[in-house]
Nanobody
Framework: QVQLGESGGGLVQAGGSLRLSCAAS????????MGWFRQAPGKEREFVAA????????SYADSVKGRFTISRDNAKNTVYLQMNSLKPEDTAVYYC????????????????WGQGTQVTVSS
């Protein structure tokens, strides 16, 4: 069983930064592809970023490329999302997710999800 818990969300002005963390309670954390997704009000959940087992490969949605950075610390069972140059359109609930899958993992492979953390960017 995998349990994921996000933290680090909050209210920030446009142009500001936040760092999200996701702590995983699972054996074999380094065998999971980890991803961040987000869902804005009235919109479908969308992919934000993903990272391979050991962190050697990453991928990003075009909308966040160059502003967000995903990383992981397998010794701490934690994945991070550093968000810089935030925009009002980044406002959403951010979820981390885990996939027991080779990288890159299709969204359907993400079987485990956290409860989400709210990020609000004011203009």
């Amino acid at each position: 069983q995998v349990q994921l818990g996000e933290s680090g969300g909050g209210l920030v002005q446009a142009g500001g930064s936040l760092r999200l963390s996701c702590a995983a309670s699972v054996r074999g954390f380094s065998t999971y592809v980890m991803g961040w997704f987000r869902q804005a009000p009235g919109k479908e959940r969308e992919f934000v970023a993903a990272i391979s087992w050991r962190g050697g490969s990453t991928s990003y949605a075009d909308s966040v490329k160059g502003r967000f950075t995903i990383s992981r610390d397998n010794a701490k069972n934690t994945v991070y999302l550093q968000m810089n140059s935030l925009k009002p359109e980044d406002t959403a609930v951010y979820y981390c997710a885990a996939a027991r899958s080779p990288y890159p993992a299709p969204q359907s492979a993400y079987n485990y999800w956290g409860q989400g953390t709210q990020v609000t960017v004011s203009s």
